[in-house]
């Protein structure tokens, strides 16, 4: 849209159709916390256990990041504003399927569907916000942009287990159907006489094709090892020969191809390579944190999922303070040192972590949260400078299209090892616990006494300790995990080489 078409909308105008492409982003972003408190009630109610609970948010993950490479082929062929209005329709579908579905596999089939329906979303709507506000407001309209990506993951928590607890967990789908309705109308109507720009482009079908099987047999391979023994199983083994193939066969096809639909050639760029490594990792380790976090608190220490919520959401309070002013006061510093900076908060939120005990209370939990946002707000406008500072104008919406799918990519495959790292350990530590119970050793002995007697239900009580002493222990031991990892990411920000250009443009708005 050009300068005098953006101005042609009014004030009030110019709201509603910001306010419609906000919610169909807030929607989309929401959908990416929200059912992380709700995990333990919708896998007790599907009669599955947690792991296989988590599939309910890697489905939504990969599929989504499958589907954004697909975003700028998709609005080249049917226009921007057709896109948008249909990704948020079918959006609205998938989240009312999701809600009515009474099985796991329906469960994960739906999630699937609305992960790559929910692709276009994000790019739609910044580039229509682009689009429609004139050249003077654009940092503005994208300020609001990336305000909404914060507060979304701060309501998720909150919404998803007040929803949980006070109606039940189908409403944390439901609720997308008005939101969705409203934006998509709101858009369709004031971007009606929008001129629509369509062009055909040959589709990379080869490496679309060997991108979906390669990582979906990968998902599948993390998701399921655990429960299968890993490769002691042949399902296992053939699954992870798919994935290998078909990815080498994407590489080699994606580096050659004329229209890949990844361009890989990119990570010949120094900074490109460095800053998506820090980006996808310091994105990972966060979605893993928060991923875990509400699931001890529910399972191991007796929150329900609005107290859970709760103690998670304060992560979100100082980004969306701080955040502004990163954006604006950047440029004056070493951008090395404010991701690192991010960085060494996010580890040090860890490192508290690994302190925690059975008796750390909610407040506890809660102020560590509230420190990890210093991080948080440090974190994406750096990285996303740093990636894209080395790269031809040319080729910045490529790197940050690339960039962006990584780090989906990424957050879901940390869900499934975050999940198998946590169980795992404590299965070691439950055994590791188990070997000096026994009814002739006095310690033994003495603890059934208190507990009433070696009756079947003091039995039971003892295991119920023993279970949860085991689940703290891994839970220090993922903490501590992952100040380490921090820490590795701390240095690693260090190959990136000035200068550091801002040519991130829009896509420095990218949570």
Known sequence: ?????????????LLLTTIGLSLATFMQVLDTTIANVALPTISGNLGVSYEQGTWVITSFAVSNAIALPLTGWLSRRFGEVKLFIWATLLFVLASFLCGIAQSMPELVGFRVLQGVVAGPLYPMTQTLLIAVYPPAKRGMALALLAMVTVVAPIAGPILGG????????????????????????????????????????????????TLIIGVGALQVVLDKGNDLDW???????????????????????????????????????????????????????????????????????????????????????????????????????DLRVLAGLAFLAIGTSCYMRAGFTSE?????????????????????????????????????ADGSGLATFLRT???????????????????????????????????TRHTLEQLGGASPQSYAQLEQILNGQAYMMSTVDYFTLMTWVFAGLILLVWFAKPPFTAKAGPASAGH
Do not use: C
């Open 360 to 396: 750390v209370d909610f407040q506890h939990v809660a102020l560590v949260q509230l420190f990890m946002g210093i991080g948080v707000a440090l974190f994406f406008m750096p990285t996303l400078s740093i990636l894209l500072s080395d790269l031809p104008p040319h080729q910045i």
């Open 1 to 13: 849209m050009s300068n005098n078409a953006a101005a042609q909308f009014t004030p009030p105008s």
């Open 231 to 333: 490769f002691e199983s042949s399902f296992i083994i053939v699954g992870s020969l798919i994935s290998v193939v078909f990815l080498a066969v994407f590489v080699i096809w994606e580096l050659t191809d004329r229209h890949p639909v990844v361009n890989l050639r990119l990570f010949v760029h120094r900074n490109f390579r460095v800053g998506t490594i820090v980006l996808v990792g310091g994105y990972a380790g966060f979605f893993g944190i928060n991923l875990i976090l509400p699931q001890w608190l529910q399972t191991q220490m007796g929150y329900t999922a609005t107290w859970a919520g709760l103690a998670v959401a304060p992560i979100g309070l100082l980004p969306v303070i701080m955040s502004p002013f990163v954006g604006k006061y950047a440029h004056r510093f």
């Open 162 to 209: 007040w929803i949980t607890d006070s109606y039940s967990w189908p409403w944390i789908f439901f609720i997308n159907v008005p939101i969705g309705l409203f934006a998509a109308a709101v858009v369709r109507q004031q971007m009606r006489t929008r001129p629509v720009v369509t062009s055909r482009q040959p589709m990379d079908y080869i490496g679309l094709l």
């Open 409 to 443: 990519l990424g957050g879901s495959f940390a869900a499934s090892l975050t999940t198998w790292i946590w169980i795992r350990r404590a299965d070691q530590h439950h055994a590791y616990l188990s070997e000096n119970i026994s009814q002739f050793d006095p310690a």
